[in-house]
């Protein structure tokens, strides 16, 4: 089975991909931009493909969230990943010669008070595995990069520290998604994802969210994504519990006509297991 992620090998991505399915059975895919996931699974080339949608320090990554409304895809999973940024240098490498690091903006950011103690100039690229394929590639013993230890096992690069964020609490939120032809049968609907527009009279979004609670439904996440072809105005993303297939989820979505233009489901899965978060 062929899952689509974004990046080149060892980002955080594919990382999490082994820990939702095992390493066996799976060749993990990677690809240069979230776009050029969504068209690979369009043409087929992968079977699912998993994403980033959210960090417990940066708050939501958007650009996904806008493709998952965007495409007709179904969400069949979740997986949670603690993030552990390593400094990664080439084999005869030493952390007291370090001088340049490289890596995406947001882990450079993560790891500020690490850079700073052993003044280590922070240089921004395009992504974490992709600036650890770049310290093996250039060679240079005063230069590394900030990745997932799984770039050791691609790169032949070593740890020259581990564990470097700021926060140890620092957890990504992927999202596993597929075609809607292809959502498995049986699958167990535990905890639902949906958008939707509110119409335009006093009260609406007041009114959507008394719905919710009327109907005893439990909201984890609610968030407005902006409209670009209408201006100032807003999708809302909502992540509840309960499966899409249950009465009072059916008989919610129901009432919510009343006060919405539009509802699209973007999936109904099971839940990640979240006790490590604590």
Partial sequence: MKIGFQGVRGAYSEA????????????????????????????????????????????????????????????????????????????????????????????????????????????????????????????????????????????????LAEDIQDTRANFTRFFLFTSKDNVPKNLKMEKTTLAFNTKHHAGALLNCLTRFSSMNINLTKLESRPIPENPFEYTFFVDLIGSLESDNVKNCLKKLKDDTQKIKILGSYPMANKEFLK
């Avoid at 949608?53 to 493709?67: A, F, P, Q, R, Y």
């Avoid at 790891?111 to 974490?128: E, G, M, Q, S, W």
């Avoid at 650890?132 to 070593?158: D, F, N, Q, W």
């Fill in 16 to 159: 999490a991909i082994y820990k939702y399915f095992g390493e066996k059975n799976i060749t993990p895919i990677g690809h240069e931009t979230f776009e050029d996931v969504f068209e690979s699974l369009s043409s087929h080339q992968i079977d699912m493909a998993l994403l980033p949608v959210e960090n417990s320090i940066v708050g939501s990554v958007s650009i996904n969230i806008d493709l998952l409304f965007k495409h007709d895809y179904f969400i069949i999973g979740e997986e949670y990943l603690p993030v552990e940024h390593c400094l990664l240098g080439t084999t005869n490498a030493t952390l007291e010669g370090i001088e340049y690091v490289y890596s995406h903006p947001v882990a450079l950011d993560q790891c500020r008070v690490f850079l700073k103690k052993h003044n280590i100039t922070p240089i921004a690229t395009y992504d974490t595995a992709g600036s650890a394929k770049m310290i093996a590639e250039k060679g240079k013993l005063h230069e590394a990069s900030i990745s997932s230890s799984l770039c050791t096992k691609y790169y032949g690069l070593k740890k």
